[in-house]
């Protein structure tokens, strides 16, 4: 008779292993939008989710149907989008139902309600940004698949003095996301990092779990850290692309209205000068706010060169597959850069500037980028590409679909008027008569707009109100439009403000509470400072009147 101690031993350890989470898979198996049935939480934490997404169930059409019957004196359309907007941003916020499909139940209800017909709410939906989406988290998902993400992320964490600080790190990511984003996409540039940010929290996480700093079954996707890091990606990528005229589209919005209306060009340099300090005191501003609200579980982690050391060796050699992804992450790359490239050292009225944006359309590059995934082969004879469909089809459809009716609500908002009623009403209740008054209203506003619709559609919703706005009232529209353009930029609290948001909330990562607690204290810091410094560095620049 065999002895039963080692069995009941190693039946214990077989209990352990089963209740210890694979941190890998939960970061990088692509898990969003979960149920409270798929999370780990404690007890407080349960009734509180419990408590929030079953009011949800009742204040989303309670809201809707009493902001509907109350006289508003708004035309029919802009009225019922305005409920409707009210009750998806409640569904939004609650999170009864996954906030895809809250964005989809507002969609259909603006067709059933006779808003507009279905064919015209759900054309902003052939956006080129969708494409961008798609193509961007398909080369993401091969980065994942075939392990860059995780090779760059111990490359990132293996350098003097960075990987040792939790803090550092995510500094370090906020830095490089400012940087890229001045000249690609913000949506793209974060599609970028974020595989090799979750491959980082992935380390950080197994670190944690092996030295006992949170419990065998913890869940990696409500670490503090991870909140921070790829909030910090997101948030970074907005700052950053303030940075030049091409970092956004709000700013080629912005600064082409501002030119029609004033008669004046802002130059490519006059720009940066412009935006530089706004840039370096939002990211100073960032940094605190971000480590205030989501305080990481720990400060350093030990052990880090070892571990580091051991995992590379253990990835060895860079496989055919890698090469595959990053030859075409890099070519999608390029694409992307080069009309900035272009418009930065021939300006953006060049001819060879205006035929490459026409043609190199980041959503465009973004699918023929990774469509190189599916040509390129790591076996021949098996006809084995980089890439299988049934690999790429586990991409994030939920953030894309959530995106996409962002930029419904963002087409409705302008195509009803009712966004120019919005501004039209505050200007005529506040009756703001100053540049200072003016310019905080319109960055309230630009605000207040991104938070719900894209920011595209925020700078060509606001900056036309504020023009005329300020001729009325016979002030210079430069500052007040220039702010405005900058703030269209802003919108921290929603997943749907900002293509970037949509992208970290996909991770499951970030919870919604606290996206819009960090988000609207940043929204409010970077109103202030907006105000503060665009029309001093206006004036030292000397544009304007």
């Given at each position: 008779m065999s002895d039963p101690e080692p069995r009941a031993g190693g039946g214990l350890q077989s209990t352990i292993?089963?209740?210890?989470?694979?941190?890998?898979?939960?970061?990088?198996?692509?898990?969003?939008?979960?149920?409270?049935?798929?999370?780990?939480l404690?007890?407080?934490?349960?009734?509180?989710?419990?408590?929030?997404?079953?009011?949800?169930?009742?204040?989303?059409?309670?809201?809707?149907?009493?902001?509907?019957?109350?006289p508003m004196g708004l035309e029919r359309q802009q009225?019922?989008?305005?409920?409707?907007?009210?009750?998806?941003?409640?569904?939004?916020?609650?999170?009864?139902?996954?906030?895809?499909?809250?964005g989809l139940i507002g969609v259909g209800a603006v067709v059933v309600l006779g808003v507009v017909p279905a064919?015209?709410?759900?054309?902003?939906?052939?956006?080129?940004?969708?494409?961008?989406?798609?193509?961007?988290?398909?080369?993401?998902?091969?980065?994942?698949?075939?392990?860059?993400?995780?090779?760059?992320?111990?490359?990132?964490?293996?350098?003097?003095?960075?990987?040792?600080?939790?803090?550092?790190?995510?500094?370090?990511?906020?830095?490089?996301?400012?940087?890229?984003?001045?000249?690609?996409?913000?949506?793209?540039?974060?599609?970028?990092?974020?595989?090799?940010?979750?491959?980082?929290?992935a380390v950080i996480g197994e670190l944690m779990q092996e030295r006992g700093t949170v419990k065998p079954d913890f869940d990696p996707l409500r670490l503090r850290v991870g909140a921070a890091l790829l909030l910090m990606l997101a948030y970074g990528a907005s700052v950053g692309g303030l940075l030049t005229p091409v970092g956004s589209p709000p700013n080629l919005i912005g600064r082409g209205l501002i030119e029609e209306a004033t008669g004046e060009r802002i130059s490519f340099g006059q720009w940066m000068v412009i935006a530089l300090p706004v840039c370096a005191a939002m990211f100073v501003v960032l940094a605190i706010v971000m480590f205030l609200l989501n305080k990481p579980e720990l400060r350093h982690v030990e052990g880090v060169a070892?571990?580091?050391?051991?995992?590379?060796?253990?990835?060895?050699?860079?496989?055919?597959?890698?090469?595959?992804?990053?030859?075409?992450?890099?070519?999608?790359?390029?694409?992307?850069?080069?009309?900035?490239?272009?418009?930065?050292?021939t300006g953006t009225d060049s001819a060879l500037y205006t035929f490459l944006d026409s043609r190199l359309d980041e959503g465009i590059v973004a699918v023929l980028g990774a469509s190189l995934l599916f040509i390129l082969p790591i076996d021949w004879k098996a006809r084995k590409p980089t890439l299988t469909w049934s690999e790429a089809a586990k991409i994030d459809w939920g953030t894309i679909v959530l995106f996409g009716c962002g930029i419904i609500f963002g087409s409705l908002l302008d195509d009803t008027g009712l966004a120019e009623t919005i501004g039209n009403g505050f200007a005529d209740t506040l009756g703001f008569t100053s540049v200072i008054m003016i310019t905080s209203l319109s960055v309230v506003l630009a605000i207040m707009i991104s938070e719900t619709t894209s920011n595209t559609a925020s700078a060509a919703v606001v900056v036309p109100i504020v023009i005329p706005l300020c001729q009325a009232a016979g002030i210079d529209p430069f500052v007040p439009a220039l702010a405005a353009t900058f703030a269209a930029s802003f919108g921290f609290m929603l997943p749907v403000s900002t293509p970037q948001n949509a992208i970290v909330y996909g991770t499951g990562a970030v919870p919604i509470t606290r996206m819009i607690r960090t988000g609207i204290v940043f929204d409010i810091a970077g109103a202030i400072l907006i105000v503060a410094l665009v029309p001093v560095m206006i004036a030292v620049v000397g544009v304007g009147r």
């Open positions: 292993d089963q209740t210890k989470t694979d941190v890998r898979a939960a970061l990088l198996g692509g898990k969003t939008f979960r149920s409270l049935s798929e999370q780990k404690s007890p407080r934490e349960e009734k509180f989710e419990r408590a929030r997404q079953t009011s949800g169930f009742i204040l989303a059409p309670l809201v809707a149907i009493v902001f509907a019957l109350l009225h019922l989008l305005a409920a409707i907007l009210l009750g998806v941003i409640v569904l939004w916020i609650t999170e009864p139902v996954p906030i895809p499909i809250g064919a015209d709410a759900v054309a902003p939906f052939g956006s080129s940004t969708i494409f961008t989406f798609i193509g961007a988290f398909i080369l993401a998902q091969a980065m994942l698949r075939h392990g860059i993400a995780q090779r760059v992320a111990l490359a990132v964490l293996s350098m003097p003095g960075v990987g040792s600080s939790v803090y550092r790190v995510i500094i370090a990511f906020g830095l490089i996301t400012c940087g890229l984003s001045a000249f690609v996409s913000n949506t793209a540039t974060v599609a970028m990092l974020m595989p090799t940010a979750l491959g980082i929290l070892e571990f580091v050391r051991k995992e590379r060796e253990d990835l060895g050699p860079i496989s055919r597959a890698e090469k595959n992804t990053l030859f075409a992450f890099g070519i999608t790359v390029l694409l992307w850069l080069l009309p900035a490239f272009a418009a930065l050292f």
